[in-house]
Every structure is written in structure tokens, then in C-alpha cells.
């Protein structure tokens, strides 16, 4: 039930019956009868196949390409290169704004990164697309490649992640550091990581005169059409994306990547329809992707374990013509209570595709470090690592000193260490073995992120019939999105789920952000609340007007919406359903649009971030190294819950992410070649079934009122962080070893 009037408290309203509901997937059917259509899952009429061929070098000159070969055979329609690609309108390589991230669309003869796009073969078939590009055996004069965080030429970056300053500090970490009784000093490297959603990207374009039609996944339709507009030199609006599923987005697919735009140039080119989808091969390179990180963090404690100082300073990297760097030391702002903090970045240039977004940019590489260093200075204090972070608690962010909106991270460490069972925990490493004679540790990690708001447009609808119809351009992933906005829309309108349409994933649709920085949820769903209210205000505005209503006069008393009716708050006998006040109006519907936007007041005044805490056991073969995470444990608090089976979900992914960066992840570079080795599902190592243990994800109940009226803060992206720290924690607990450089393999726990 929900309230209308003068008076409504907005932090009081839509606690509606559909919030908080653990909701199987709305699409869920349709995906497991393999009817849900993702991009590449559609065939246009006439439709050809464009294969990108990409370059065996990272770092020279594309000499010759035998595209006569190509040409020749049977099935090849056309083939695209720099010297005949149709003119674009806006060179690749500008960069007018600082998320504007510049694209390989063949636009030289120069090779920046192994994985390049070199050419593109158009043809009748996949098969004779693909046959096509292998017979280009393009060749090269190679220089030699750059390929490690050792590169000699540093330089402090203009600002790393989403333009946060390259070096932040409060305190004196220099007199702290000198002063302090104990300081751990130490070293940790995080590999680069590249994206492997189940989906990979894909296109398939259609031109219509300069109207264009695209089946693409995206993380964010209007970022996309103005990218894809100014390329073109054609109108936002004359581009219509289609995006109703992602198999996956992680950040991969927050901007159109180059072989995407190559495909609408394919069809420009050729006239036809085109559909181009890069194998998993190809999706190493200009997708973006994690990059690596070498963080040296010091630690000042007193004699008491108390924190005097945290410092991170990380060396990362970028492409050699695209600046992206790894926020990676910014998680030491937030967590832990120190008078003196600093962080500072230096970066190097590699010839890599540009790194970019990937599931907690920063936070993710920053917390398996933090969380292991934490780790080493409770150790150094002899504490117990949970007793150590409590005693270190931060009542306000500690490096701008204002309170937190919300922070229930104590309940956290304390329902996850009970459920766990934390409170046997030896102290000393090596000390349990369990019956097969297999070392076992435990280990903790804290989870954070912050709660992001970003800006979204929806409308809502009540049709003659008295159902909903709630629009906005919103992006699942496979995240649960479809469901857990359409459970806020219903109750934006005070109706049952069932009497609500909901309709997301077009570009034609109210524009709904970008599903990113895990704000989605808040950001697509306080747009729809909104814009529920608004029409909701409009319908009580008819019926309080209408002297046939038996809500006559009630404006000043207020009405409360429920179930389809608008009733008298003063008293809910009298009332009517949204049908009766559509029909004497005379109206088939009555529409009404919402906006969302994170509100500067609350921002400047709190600091906004979800937290948790993550215990994991592991056991460790002591002969042969091999690690197995045996149990992981977290709980979390984020706000309001919009659907627990989904946010138990995303959860779950982020943990077993966090898995993965402990123990499997990392993109395998040939210092000769400077190719990536491992670029594919066989070799690059990702958890499967087997690797992942029994998990729990425990919500812990936080009340918000500043995040946003809804309360919600986000899941997404905190799941990843804290667990990697757990989990290496509880390899050194298990054998006594600090494995600074992840992922930890065999090597690095025997002999
Ligand atoms: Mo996320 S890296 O903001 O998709």
C-alpha cells in the first residue's frame, strides 16, 4: 500500500505487496526453451556474416593482406579493409569526452595489440566467412611487444576509474608510517583478466536509407546510440537497438566494442544485413578488460593494533593509446578506521587492448589486496583477524570524515562469523587437519562497493482496463533486472504483479542509464517509481475533482493506492479502481513520466556504500599444493532487498568471481609475442561446478533512508570483493605461506 497526499512520507511509501518477494525470473521459461532471442539469435532476411581476422602481432605494421585468396572464394561476398571501409564521420581515435573510448575500425596500417581487428570478410555463410579471413594470411613488420608491469616508462596517470584522482591522502602517512610500532610493508599483483560472458559480443545490423536497426547486447542503449550516431553522422534516433537479453555484460558490454561497429560498417558496406559475433578467441583483445595491478600497501599499527596509518600505492597499466586505469588502492578510503591514509597511482603503457570496466573496477584487484594485507597486520598485532578489522572499524568513511548513509557491517561480521562458525578459529596457521590429512585454513575478508546512482527516465501507464504499463529502456543482463524493476513498478502503482506489464531492453523505450557501477536497480527502479507516482498523483487529482467520485474532496485529505483502487486515506471504504476513474474521465489511458538521479544533497552529506564480510574455509594438499575452498559464507547488507532469490544469485556469481581471482583467473602474456597464450575456455581458468563449494549468502537487514526513497543500494559488483581476500587468507592459515601475487597456483605452495 502506498500513500498520495500532502503529507506522504517518502521514506514511508510503496511497501507494497511485490517488493521484497523472492520472484522466480519472469524470463526464466523462455530461456531454459531456448525461445528467448538474444542478438545473434536473429536472421534477417538476406542477412551475411562478417568475420573479423585479427592480427597474430601486438605491437607493428599490417604489411600486405592476400585478399585476392579471399576474394576468390566462392562464398565471399565482399572484403573490408583499411584501404576500402566505408568513410566514418568522426575519426575512431578521437576521444571528445573521457568515457569516449577510442576503437580499432581499421582505420591504418598500425597494430596496437594482439586480437586486433585487421579486416573483415563478408559472405553468404559462417563458414565461408570464416574460410575467408583465414586466407588473408596478412603479414606484418612486428616490433618488439610491451607486456609486463617491469616497462620502465612511468608516469601517474590523469585520473583512474570513473575520473577519481590519481593520488588522495588525509593525514601525515609519512610521521604515522615512522612513528607507528609495527608496519607491515607488502607487495601484491593481480593479473589481468579478460571478459568470458557466456554471450560474446555480437551484432546483426540492417541499414534503411541512414535509419539503423541493431540487435546488439548492451549494457547501456543511449550510450550506445550517441556512439554509434556520431560515428555515423547520423541522429540518435534514427538507431533502434534491440537488447531484450544479455548472456552476461560485467562492464564488457557498457559500450559498443570496434568488431560491433565493424558489423554496421559491414552492412553499410555491402547493403545487406549483417551479423558478426566474435568467437571466445576474439573477445580477448577489444572488449576491454581487467587490468593488472602490482599494489605495495604499508600498514602503521600501534601497539595495540590500532590502525595509524594505510597506505596503497599501485602501479597499473593501459593501452599505449587509451588511457583506463585500475582504481585498484581507492578501496583503502572506505573501510578501515586510519588517521592518516593515502593513496597514489603510477601506470605504465603495454600493447594491450585498453583495459577497461570489469565486475568492481578497482575494488575487486584493491580488496584481494587490502584484505590480505589487513590480514598480515592482525597477524603482526597477533589478533584475530576479525577481532583486529572490528577494532579497526570505521564509524565514518575514514578519508572524508562523513557518516555513512547506512552501515550495518557489524551485523554482518557477526551473523556471518556465527553461521560460519569463526569462533573456534585457532590463531596460529597450520594448526587443523582434516581427516584425509589435508592442511585447513579459515580465512575473512570485508566486502564493499559503493551504492551508485546514475540517471534514468521511465513512464507508466494505467490503461482503460485498470492494468499497468510500466516502460523503460532497462538492461538484464541476466542479473534478474526483468524482474526485480517490474516488482517496483507494480508497486509504483499499487498493483499486483500479474496486472502489470512491464517492457525494458529497446532504445525507443525512456532511456534507463547504463546497468553498471551495480546501480541499476536503484537508478531504473526509482525512475519507475517515480513515474508511478506521477501517474498515480494524476488519477487521484481526476477522482478527487470529480464530483461523481466517491473520492470527491479527498485532496486534502490524501488517497492511498492498493490493488487498482485509490481510497480515501481517511477512510478506505470509500474508493474506487483505477478502471471506474479512467471511463467517467473518458480516457482510453493516462501516462505519466518519472526521473531518477542520485541526490546531491545526500551525496555531499553521506557516504553511500554497501558492505559485507566473507569467511571461507579451504583445504590444501600438503604434497601436491592443490587448494580446495571447501565452504564460503557471506553476508551482506545492501540496502533493501528488492527480490532475495536474485540478489542471492548475484551473490552467489560475485563469490564465485572472487574464487576465481583467488585461485584460477589470469591471462597468460608471451613476453616474446606479446600475444595472450591462454585466450580461450580451455585455458584461461574459470571455476567450474566442481570448484565451487557449498555457499551461503546471508542478507543482512539494512534500513537506508538517504540512498534513494526506495532504499536500495546494490548487489552486483560486492559480492567479488572481500572473497578473494578470504580465500587467500585461508590459504595462508592452512599452510603458513603469504601468497602475495594472485591467482595462487600449485607452485606456489609446495617444495
Ligand atoms: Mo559493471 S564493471 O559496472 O558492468
Redesign the pocket.
Known amino acids: 500500500m502506498s500513500e498520495i497526499g500532502l503529507t506522504q512520507d517518502p521514506a514511508r511509501m510503496r511497501h507494497g505487496s511485490n517488493i521484497g518477494q523472492p520472484l522466480t525470473r519472469r524470463e526464466g521459461v523462455l530461456k531454459v526453451t531456448g525461445a528467448a532471442t538474444f542478438a545473434a539469435d536473429n536472421h534477417p532476411q538476406g542477412m551475411l556474416y562478417a568475420v573479423v581476422a585479427t592480427a597474430s602481432i601486438a605491437r607493428g605494421r599490417l604489411v600486405s593482406l592476400d585478399e585476392a585468396a579471399a576474394r576468390a572464394h566462392p562464398g565471399v561476398v565482399e572484403v573490408m579493409t583499411a584501404a576500402n571501409r566505408p568513410a566514418l564521420a568522426m575519426d575512431p581515435d578521437a576521444k571528445t569526452n573521457p568515457f569516449m573510448f577510442k576503437l580499432d575500425l581499421l582505420q591504418n596500417d598500425r597494430v596496437r595489440y594482439a586480437g586486433q581487428s585487421v579486416a573483415v570478410v563478408i559472405a553468404e555463410t559462417l563458414e565461408a566467412a570464416t574460410e575467408g579471413a583465414a586466407l588473408l594470411k596478412p603479414r606484418y613488420e612486428a616490433e618488439p611487444a610491451r607486456t609486463t608491469l617491469d616497462e620502465p616508462d612511468t608516469f601517474v596517470p590523469p585520473s583512474v576509474g570513473v575520473g577519481n584522482p590519481p593520488e588522495a591522502a588525509k593525514g601525515d602517512v609519512d610521521a604515522a608510517l615512522n612513528e607507528a610500532e609495527t608496519v607491515v610493508d607488502a607487495t601484491y599483483e593481480t593479473p589481468a583478466q579478460y571478459h568470458n560472458p557466456m554471450e560474446p559480443h555480437a551484432v546483426v545490423a540492417r541499414w534503411d536509407g541512414d535509419r539503423l536497426d541493431l540487435d546488439m547486447p548492451s ?1 547501456g542503449l543511449a550510450i550506445a546510440q550517441g556512439r554509434i550516431a556520431g560515428l555515423f553522422g547520423i541522429r540518435p534516433a534514427d538507431i533502434h537497438i534491440r537488447s531484450p537479453y544479455l548472456g552476461g ?3 564488457g558490454k ?1 559500450f559498443p566494442a570496434g568488431p560491433q561497429i565493424l558489423g554496421i560498417l559491414a552492412a553499410r558496406m555491402t547493403g545487406r544485413p549483417v551479423k558478426l559475433v566474435l568467437t571466445r578467441q576474439q573477445m580477448y583483445g577489444p572488449v576491454g578488460h581487467r587490468g593488472p595491478t602490482r599494489q605495495r600497501i604499508r600498514v602503521g599499527l600501534d601497539g595495540d593494533g590500532t590502525l595509524a596509518a594505510l597506505e596503497n600505492h599501485t602501479r597499473t597499466a593501459s593501452s599505449t593509446f587509451d588511457d583506463f586505469f585500475e582504481p585498484a588502492a581507492d578501496v583503502a578510503h572506505t573501510l578501515y578506521a586510519s588517521p592518516a591514509i593515502r593513496t597514489t597511482y603510477e601506470a605504465v603503457r603495454l600493447d594491450t587492448g585498453t583495459p577497461l ?5 578497482g575494488e575487486a584487484s584493491g580488496s584481494i589486496a587490502l584484505e590480505s594485507a589487513i590480514d598480515e597486520a592482525a597477524e603482526a598485532a597477533g589478533m584475530d583477524p576479525l577481532a583486529f578489522r572490528l577494532k579497526n572499524y570505521a564509524e565514518r568513511e575514514p578519508i572524508s570524515g562523513k557518516p555513512f548513509s547506512s552501515k550495518a557491517l557489524r551485523a554482518c561480521y557477526e551473523q556471518g562469523a556465527a553461521r560460519f562458525g569463526w569462533g573456534g578459529r585457532p590463531l596460529a596457521p597450520r594448526s587443523m587437519r582434516d581427516a584425509a590429512g589435508r592442511l585447513v585454513g579459515w580465512g575473512m575478508g570485508t566486502a564493499t562497493f559503493p551504492a551508485l546512482m546514475f540517471q534514468a527516465k521511465a513512464r507508466a501507464t494505467i490503461r482503460a482496463d485498470g492494468s499497468g504499463l510500466l516502460e523503460t529502456g532497462a538492461h538484464d543482463m541476466g542479473q534478474g533486472a526483468w524482474t526485480a524493476l517490474a516488482q517496483i513498478a507494480a508497486d509504483a502503482v499499487g498493483l499486483p504483479i500479474d496486472r502489470v506489464e512491464f517492457r525494458a531492453g529497446t532504445s525507443d523505450l525512456p532511456d534507463a542509464g ?5 546501480g541499476h536497480t536503484a537508478t531504473a527502479g526509482m525512475a519507475l517509481h517515480s513515474a508511478g507516482e506521477a501517474v498515480i498523483a494524476k488519477l487521484a487529482e481526476l477522482a478527487t475533482a470529480d464530483e461523481a467520485s466517491p473520492l470527491f474532496g479527498a485532496g486534502n485529505v490524501g488517497t492511498l493506492v492498493r490493488d487498482g483502487r485509490l481510497e480515501r486515506r481517511d477512510d478506505e471504504s470509500r474508493g474506487e479502481d483505477f478502471a471506474a476513474i479512467l471511463r467517467r474521465a473518458g480516457l482510453d489511458t493516462i501516462s505519466a513520466d518519472g526521473e531518477a538521479a542520485q541526490d546531491p544533497a545526500a551525496q555531499d552529506a553521506y557516504a553511500m556504500h554497501a558492505h559485507g564480510a566473507v569467511f571461507a574455509e579451504v583445504t590444501v594438499d600438503p604434497d601436491l599444493g592443490q587448494v580446495r575452498v571447501t565452504r564460503l559464507v557471506g553476508a551482506f547488507a545492501a540496502g533493501r532487498i528488492i527480490n532475495p532469490r536474485m540478489v542471492e544469485s548475484q551473490l552467489f556469481g560475485g563469490m564465485i568471481w572472487g574464487l576465481s581471482f583467488a585461485l584460477h583467473e589470469h591471462a597468460v602474456v608471451d613476453k616474446r609475442s606479446g600475444r595472450i597464450m591462454n585466450a580461450d575456455l580451455a585455458e584461461y581458468r574459470i571455476p567450474v561446478n566442481a570448484d565451487v563449494p557449498p555457499m551461503e549468502a546471508i542478507l543482512v537487514h539494512e534500513d537506508d533512508p538517504h540512498v534513494n526513497a526506495l532504499g536500495i543500494k546494490g548487489v ?2 560486492i559480492g567479488i570483493t572481500g572473497t578473494g581476500g578470504a580465500i587467500a587468507n585461508a590459504v595462508h592459515h592452512a599452510t603458513g605461506r603469504r601468497i602475495r601475487r594472485f591467482p595462487i597456483g600449485l607452485a606456489d605452495l609446495i617444495g
Do not use: L, N, T, Y
Request: aromatic letters at 12%; hydrophobic letters at 35%; zero cysteines.
Open positions: 549494457q555484460g560485467f562492464g557498457g570496466f570489469m565486475r568492481a573496477p547504463i546497468a553498471g557501477g551495480s552486483g559488483e
